[in-house]
């Protein structure tokens, strides 16, 4: 690295010579007291730092309050999704349950030559039949009033064991089935005697279901929700009829 020369000492004597001139010609004005203006100012710029100091020690502390309010509720948050989230992993089996219905429908009633294992014609033994794989008294709605004849039935597997399968018919061909099965452990204890109906568009075709004493009932067919909820309603009140 090259090491700086030093000026030569005839221009360090001209530098201090011009350096002293400057001094005796501003002289008057070295030896002036400060003008009350900018002594104003100054304390102006003085003051102005102390409250951005002031505003930055407060800003600091909102800073904390802040990102401690903003952490207790994010926690929060995380506690009721988790609450939530426990709620919903107790319906797993009923949101399974309603979705198999639909697709049940879907895979048969299109059927013209296959669409029941059991035909009408031998409805007591279907009821029997049923009702003994799925441990459980069933009844066939009768839905004539409404339009609707039976076709007969069939036996469905399910997460929980044995389902069933109603189907009826119009005369126009339009078919609706009434889907049965136990819901098992799956099922909320708290509503093991729900008999609210709910709708569902989960699946191929909607369906209107409700829980009643552990097993799902669920009625399915591609219908306005005003009409399937009408048939809902009388199917419910005559299986509870019969139940009662």
């Known amino acids: 690295m090259n090491t700086p020369t030093p000026p030569p000492d005839d221009d360090l004597a001209a530098w201090e ?48 309050i802040a990102l401690a309010f903003g952490a207790g509720w994010l926690a929060n948050t995380q506690w009721a999704s988790s609450q939530a989230g426990a709620a919903l992993s107790r319906a797993p089996a009923t949101r399974e349950f309603v979705h198999a219905a639909s697709v049940a429908h879907a895979v048969y009633a299109p059927e ?27 009844q066939v709605p009768d839905l004539s009033a409404e339009g609707y004849a039976l076709v007969g039935g069939r036996l469905l597997p399910g997460s929980e064991g044995a389902r ?16 049965i099965g136990s819901l098992g ?33 669920a009625l399915s067919g591609a219908l306005s ?9 009388v199917v419910y009140r005559q299986l509870e009829k019969t139940a009662g």
């Open 164 to 179: 069933a399968q109603f189907m009826f018919e119009r005369a126009s061909g339009e078919r609706i089935t009434l889907y």
């Open 112 to 138: 013209k030559r296959h669409p029941v294992e059991v035909a009408a014609a031998e409805q007591q033994h279907l009821a029997q039949w049923l009702s003994k794989r799925l441990d459980k008294p069933l």
């Open 17 to 64: 010579a011009q350096r002293d001139a400057l001094r005796r010609l501003h002289r008057e004005v070295l030896d002036e007291p400060v003008p009350p203006a900018l002594l104003a100012a100054a304390g102006l710029a003085d003051e102005q730092h102390a409250r951005q100091a002031t505003w930055m020690r407060w800003g600091g502390r909102a800073a904390g």
């Open 185 to 217: 452990s799956g099922a909320d204890p708290s509503r093991s005697g729900e008999t609210a109906f709910r709708y569902s568009a989960d699946g191929p075709v909607p369906n209107f279901y409700w829980v009643d004493r552990g097993f799902g009932y």
């Open 225 to 233: 929700r005003d009409t399937l909820l009408s048939l809902a309603t």
